[in-house]
């Protein structure tokens, strides 16, 4: 399910501080982007931040389980979205502190990922 539209504007103005939040319905969930990175992701109303191997041992040591996934040919896939912990929405400047440790996670995600859109092919001139 996606996230409701009070939950969408608290996220928008909690993590205002990293830079243009955006989000988008996308596969049943919301997508929340910082600057065309994807940082995290809502169902449900919970909010799941981008965890990778440099972060993934806060997340653990949080207990912030259990990582967003879905189920595909009778397995289950993890989609490295981790529950952000719930004390974060009582302490907004640690919210925006584990946004930015999952920001820096999107950006390396993608780095790795390279870019994603096709080159266009070029229309070449014919030779004269």
Not at 91 to 96: K, S
Request: net charge positive; hydrophobic share 40%; with cysteine.
């Amino acid at each position: 399910m996606v996230a409701s539209d009070s939950f969408v504007e608290f996220l928008r103005e909690q993590l205002a501080p990293l830079g243009h939040i955006n989000v988008r319905r996308m596969f049943g969930k919301t997508g929340v982007f910082c600057d065309g990175f994807m940082l995290g992701m809502v169902r449900d109303n919970t909010l799941y931040f981008r965890v990778d191997d440099d972060n993934r041992v806060a997340f653990k040591e949080a207990e912030s389980f259990p990582p967003l996934n879905y189920e595909k040919r009778g397995g289950s896939i993890d989609l490295s979205f981790w529950r952000a912990p719930e004390r974060l929405f009582d302490e907004p400047d640690e919210l925006v502190t584990w946004a930015r440790s999952a920001l820096a996670a999107a950006r390396r995600v993608a780095r790795k990922k390279g870019p994603t859109a096709p080159k266009r092919a070029t229309k070449r001139r014919p030779l004269r």
